[in-house]
Nanobody, 113 residues
Framework: QVQLVESGGGLVQPGGSLRLSCAASGSSFNSALMGWYRQAPGKQRELVASISSGGLLRNYADSVKGRFTISRDNAKNTVYLQMNSLKPEDTAVYYC??????WGQGTQVTVSS
């Protein structure tokens, strides 16, 4: 059983920044593919970014390239999503995912003036 707990969401103005964190339980984190997804109201959940177990391979959605950075700290069982230059269209619930199987409860990100 894996538990994922996201934090760091909130309300931010356009152009602002937020850093999301996802703390994972269990001993499998170090070998796991980790991802951040988001789901806006009325839309399907979409992949935002993913990172390989060692952190060398990172993948981003075209809509966030150059603005978001995914990283991980295997010593802390934590994956991060640094979000800069936020836009209103980034507003969504952001979910952490492990190995395309386990999901966190989500954290709300709202970008609005």
């Amino acid at each position: 059983q894996v538990q994922l707990v996201e934090s760091g969401g909130g309300l931010v103005q356009p152009g602002g920044s937020l850093r999301l964190s996802c703390a994972a339980s269990g001993s499998s984190f170090n070998s796991a593919l980790m991802g951040w997804y988001r789901q806006a109201p009325g839309k399907q959940r979409e992949l935002v970014a993913s990172i390989s177990s060692g952190g060398l391979l990172r993948n981003y959605a075209d809509s966030v390239k150059g603005r978001f950075t995914i990283s991980r700290d295997n010593a802390k069982n934590t994956v991060y999503l640094q979000m800069n230059s936020l836009k209103p269209e980034d507003t969504a619930v952001y979910y952490c995912n492990q190995n395309n199987r386990w999901w966190g409860q989500g954290t709300q990100v709202t970008v609005s003036s």
